[in-house]
């Protein structure tokens, strides 16, 4: 059964339009990631939810958001795509903080293309 | 900032062939270490991964990797590989307590059957 989930699996959006990609949990685990992800590189870290405490690394660009309604769901808003952003992006959960709970969950990923 | 190497882009190997998939990071402190893979249309899975104890760590499916701490290392080793160990490897490493991990930018293994 799938723990981590991504709608949709591939995302069509034209330049500049707001984008929004979902992931929900049946993990009840209190962390939820959004990794960017562009052929042949690492997942990027964008940010990072520990239960409603948001966390956002110091590259994320101001066209990137995130919002967590609940422990389930957690999005992505991209305001304003570009072509740059077109890339796979990865949902992830962990248990909770502490050394011993980092361990990461990933959803299959949403490809999204910006034409 | 923390980094993650794999120093190896694509490996292409026969099936029988050992393996050993290098992965370095810069952090030096506590760390957290972890190899994900990822099969052909799935989503990154947990291998194996390694907090404290033993720096020889076995994971699914026959592989297992060793932390080295003196090489701020930790490599992903099989034996002898099958055609179904095609798939991107990926390390990932973060610090201490805290959730910001960090990913190498894989390695794209190929069996050969």
């Known amino acids: 059964d799938a723990m981590v989930i991504q709608n949709p699996r591939y995302q069509v959006t034209q330049f500049g339009k707001p984008v929004t990609l979902s992931c929900s949990q049946t993990?009840?685990?209190?962390?939820m990631y959004w990794y960017q992800q562009k052929s042949s590189q690492a997942p990027k870290l964008l940010f990072h939810?520990?239960?409603?405490?948001?966390?956002n690394e110091a590259d994320t660009p101001d066209n990137f958001q995130s919002r967590r309604p609940n422990t389930s769901f957690c999005f992505l808003d991209i305001r304003s795509p570009g072509l740059g952003d077109a890339a796979m992006y990865l949902c992830?959960?962990?248990?909770?903080?502490?050394?011993?709970?980092?361990?990461?969950?990933f959803g299959q990923g949403t490809r999204l293309t910006v034409v | 900032a923390q980094s993650v190497s794999q120093h190896n882009h694509h490996v292409i190997l026969s099936e029988a062939a050992s393996l050993e998939l290098g992965c370095n990071y810069s952090?030096?402190?506590?760390?957290?270490l972890f190899w994900y893979v990822q099969y052909p249309g799935q989503h990154l899975q947990l291998l194996l991964k390694y907090f404290s104890g033993d720096p020889l760590v076995k994971g699914i499916k026959g592989f297992e990797a060793e932390f080295i701490k003196s090489k701020f290392s930790f490599n992903l080793r099989k034996p002898s590989v099958q055609w179904s160990d095609t798939a991107e490897y990926f390390c990932a490493v973060n610090e201490g307590n805290n959730n910001d991990m960090r990913f190498g930018a894989g390695t794209r293994l190929t069996v050969k059957p």
């Open positions: 992830a959960t962990s248990r909770d903080r502490g050394r011993w709970n980092t361990e990461a969950f």
């Open positions: 939810y520990y239960d409603k405490d948001f966390n």
């Open positions: 993990l009840n685990h209190n962390v």
């Open positions: 952090y030096g402190g506590t760390v957290n």
